[in-house]
C-alpha cells in the first residue's frame, strides 16, 4: 500500500515551524509526530507507516538501525534527519549538513583556517563538525557541561582565546526556556562570528549577546529552512533552488511569525498604532501596560502608588518575558521598558523593534505616573533616548495620519533584514 504520510518525529516538538515550512515550500500535508519515549520510536519505526519523514532530537541516531541504506554523508557523519519510504525500504539522509552550510554561506562565515568551538555532543555537534572540517577549519573544539568525550568544559573554553568562530548545537536557550546562554562572548578576544542552530526564538541569548559584541551573529532559522529544502527534494523527487527559495520561504514565514514591538516615550502613541498595525499585519495586539494590568488586578498608577516603581518594573519584565516568548504578535510596551537590558532582549529575540518618536509637546500624559509634563517630561526624554535608540532597529515618526503611520510601520518592518 502507498504511504502518504510526511511529517517530522522527535522527542518535543512544539517549538516546531516544520510544518508552516513544508507546506508552504512543496504543498504537501507535514504532520508533526511526538514521540516522547523511546519506545513510541521503535514502534513508529518497526511499522513503516509514512511516506517520508523528518527526525530531529533525539532520534537522528536512534533511526539509523531501521534504515536499510544510508547516504554516505550521512553515514559518515553518524546522524540521519531525512528518511523516505521507497516501496518498504528506508533511505537515510542528513540535510542538516547542507542547511547549516547554507546558514554558514548566507552570513559569509568561512571557516578555512579558522579555531572553531562547537558548544554541544550531540547529534547536531557531528554534523556541524563535517561542514567546519569540509571547510578547512584549522582546528575544531568541543564543549559540555560534563567536558567527557575529549570535550571542555564551558568553563575550560572561557580560557580559549584562541576562538574565532562558536557554532551552538544544544537547546540552550530554545523555546520555552529562552533568555539563557553557556557563554560569555566577550570572553573571546578574536571572536568573529556566533551561529546557533536553535530557531525558536529567531535569536537567542547567545545571538543577541554576539551581535552586541559587534560580530556576525545568525540563528538557526534559515539553516531549518534550508534543511527543509533539501528534504523536500528527497520527498517529492523535484528539484528546489536553495538560492531562490530559502530567502523567500524565511522572509515570508518571519514576516507571518515575527513580532514587532513598540518602544518611546509615553503618550507617543504607541498603543493606537499597534492595534492598528496588527490588523494590518493579521497578528495580535498585545499593549503590555494592560497586560500586566490583567495579571495584577491593578492599574498601572496606583501600582506606582503602593508598591512604587521598583514592584511595578518587575511586573512589567515577568510580564513582558511571557508575552515576548510567544510569535505573530504587535507589542505596545510602556516607555520606561527599555531600561533593562533583559527586556531589550525579551522584544528583540523574535522580532523588530520601533522606536515611535513625537514631539514632546504632543504627547499625552495623562494617568502617566513618570510623565507629567514640563521639565520632568524634558529630563525623562534626555535619559531614555540613548535607550530608544539602542533597542530599536528603526525609527517610526508619529507626525502624521495614524494610516500614513501605520503604513509607513509596514515598509519599515518589511524593509528589516531577516532574523
Given at each position: 500500500m502507498e504511504q502518504t504520510l510526511y511529517g517530522l518525529i522527535g522527542g518535543k516538538l512544539s517549538h516546531s515551524y516544520s510544518k508552516i515550512i513544508h507546506e508552504q515550500l512543496a504543498g504537501y500535508p507535514y504532520e508533526l509526530l511526538p514521540?516522547?519515549?523511546?519506545?513510541?520510536?521503535?514502534?513508529?519505526?518497526?511499522?513503516?507507516?509514512?511516506?517520508?519523514?523528518?527526525?530531529?532530537?533525539?532520534?537522528?541516531?536512534?533511526?539509523?538501525?531501521?534504515c536499510d541504506e544510508i547516504d554516505p554523508k550521512a553515514k559518515?557523519?553518524?546522524?540521519?534527519?531525512?528518511?523516505?519510504?521507497?516501496?518498504?525500504?528506508?533511505?537515510?539522509?542528513?540535510?542538516?549538513y547542507a542547511g547549516f552550510a547554507y546558514l554558514a554561506r548566507a552570513h559569509g562565515?568561512?571557516?578555512?583556517?579558522?579555531?572553531?568551538?562547537?558548544?554541544?555532543?550531540?547529534?547536531?555537534?557531528?554534523?556541524?563538525?563535517?561542514?567546519?572540517?569540509d571547510g578547512g577549519a584549522r582546528t575544531v573544539l568541543a564543549a559540555s557541561r560534563t567536558g567527557r568525550g575529549g570535550a571542555l568544559t564551558y568553563s575550560e573554553a572561557m580560557h580559549r582565546r584562541d576562538v574565532q568562530i562558536i557554532v551552538n548545537t544544544t537547546p540552550c536557550g530554545m523555546f520555552p526556556n529562552?533568555?539563557?546562554c553557556m557563554l560569555d562572548p566577550t570572553a573571546f578576544p578574536l571572536l568573529e562570528a556566533v551561529l546557533d542552530v536553535v530557531y525558536n526564538p529567531f535569536r537567542t541569548e547567545l545571538v543577541l549577546r554576539a551581535a552586541e559584541r559587534g560580530v556576525t551573529a545568525a540563528g538557526g532559522f534559515e539553516m531549518l529552512v534550508a534543511q527543509a529544502v533539501y528534504a523536500a527534494q528527497y520527498f517529492t523527487g523535484r528539484t528546489f533552488d536553495a538560492g531562490q527559495a530559502v530567502p523567500e520561504v524565511s522572509r515570508r514565514l518571519q514576516r507571518e511569525l515575527a513580532n514587532v514591538s513598540l518602544i518611546g516615550m509615553p503618550g507617543c502613541g504607541k498603543s493606537s498604532i499597534g492595534a492598528a498595525l496588527s490588523k494590518r499585519l493579521g497578528k495580535a495586539f498585545v499593549d503590555l501596560d494592560e497586560e500586566i494590568e490583567r495579571r495584577t488586578g491593578c492599574?498601572?498608577?496606583?501600582?506606582?502608588?503602593?508598591?512604587?516603581?521598583?514592584?511595578?518594573?518587575?511586573?512589567?519584565?515577568?510580564?513582558?518575558?511571557?508575552?515576548?516568548?510567544?510569535?505573530?504578535?504587535?507589542?505596545?510596551?510602556?516607555?520606561g521598558v527599555i531600561k533593562t537590558a533583559a527586556n531589550v532582549h525579551a522584544l528583540r529575540q523574535n522580532g523588530t523593534v520601533l522606536w515611535v518618536q513625537r514631539a514632546l509637546d504632543k504627547l499625552a500624559t495623562g494617568g502617566r505616573p513618570l510623565s507629567?509634563?514640563?521639565?520632568?517630561?524634558?529630563?525623562?526624554?534626555?535619559?531614555?533616548?540613548?535607550?530608544?535608540?539602542?533597542?530599536?532597529?528603526a525609527v517610526l515618526d508619529n507626525s502624521a495620519s495614524l494610516d500614513r503611520v501605520v503604513q509607513e510601520?509596514?515598509?519599515?518592518?518589511?524593509?528589516q533584514p531577516l532574523l
Amino acid at each position: 500500500m502507498e504511504q502518504t504520510l510526511y511529517g517530522l518525529i522527535g522527542g518535543k516538538l512544539s517549538h516546531s515551524y516544520s510544518k508552516i515550512i513544508h507546506e508552504q515550500l512543496a504543498g504537501y500535508p507535514y504532520e508533526l509526530l511526538p514521540l516522547p519515549t523511546e519506545a513510541e520510536a521503535r514502534a513508529f519505526m518497526e511499522k513503516r507507516e509514512f511516506a517520508a519523514i523528518n527526525v530531529t532530537i533525539p532520534y537522528k541516531q536512534f533511526v539509523i538501525p531501521y534504515c536499510d541504506e544510508i547516504d554516505p554523508k550521512a553515514k559518515s557523519i553518524g546522524a540521519v534527519n531525512t528518511i523516505v519510504n521507497r516501496g518498504g525500504r528506508l533511505y537515510g539522509y542528513n540535510t542538516d549538513y547542507a542547511g547549516f552550510a547554507y546558514l554558514a554561506r548566507a552570513h559569509g562565515v568561512d571557516f578555512s583556517g579558522k579555531t572553531v568551538l562547537i558548544l554541544g555532543t550531540g547529534g547536531t555537534h557531528s554534523t556541524v563538525e563535517a561542514v567546519c572540517r569540509d571547510g578547512g577549519a584549522r582546528t575544531v573544539l568541543a564543549a559540555s557541561r560534563t567536558g567527557r568525550g575529549g570535550a571542555l568544559t564551558y568553563s575550560e573554553a572561557m580560557h580559549r582565546r584562541d576562538v574565532q568562530i562558536i557554532v551552538n548545537t544544544t537547546p540552550c536557550g530554545m523555546f520555552p526556556n529562552v533568555g539563557k546562554c553557556m557563554l560569555d562572548p566577550t570572553a573571546f578576544p578574536l571572536l568573529e562570528a556566533v551561529l546557533d542552530v536553535v530557531y525558536n526564538p529567531f535569536r537567542t541569548e547567545l545571538v543577541l549577546r554576539a551581535a552586541e559584541r559587534g560580530v556576525t551573529a545568525a540563528g538557526g532559522f534559515e539553516m531549518l529552512v534550508a534543511q527543509a529544502v533539501y528534504a523536500a527534494q528527497y520527498f517529492t523527487g523535484r528539484t528546489f533552488d536553495a538560492g531562490q527559495a530559502v530567502p523567500e520561504v524565511s522572509r515570508r514565514l518571519q514576516r507571518e511569525l515575527a513580532n514587532v514591538s513598540l518602544i518611546g516615550m509615553p503618550g507617543c502613541g504607541k498603543s493606537s498604532i499597534g492595534a492598528a498595525l496588527s490588523k494590518r499585519l493579521g497578528k495580535a495586539f498585545v499593549d503590555l501596560d494592560e497586560e500586566i494590568e490583567r495579571r495584577t488586578g491593578c492599574n498601572i498608577p496606583d501600582i506606582f502608588a503602593r508598591e512604587g516603581e521598583e514592584a511595578f518594573r518587575r511586573y512589567e519584565a515577568e510580564t513582558l518575558a511571557e508575552v515576548s516568548k510567544r510569535t505573530g504578535q504587535v507589542i505596545a510596551c510602556g516607555g520606561g521598558v527599555i531600561k533593562t537590558a533583559a527586556n531589550v532582549h525579551a522584544l528583540r529575540q523574535n522580532g523588530t523593534v520601533l522606536w515611535v518618536q513625537r514631539a514632546l509637546d504632543k504627547l499625552a500624559t495623562g494617568g502617566r505616573p513618570l510623565s507629567r509634563g514640563g521639565a520632568a517630561l524634558k529630563q525623562l526624554q534626555t535619559e531614555r533616548t540613548p535607550l530608544y535608540r539602542a533597542a530599536a532597529d528603526a525609527v517610526l515618526d508619529n507626525s502624521a495620519s495614524l494610516d500614513r503611520v501605520v503604513q509607513e510601520a509596514v515598509q519599515l518592518v518589511d524593509a528589516q533584514p531577516l532574523l
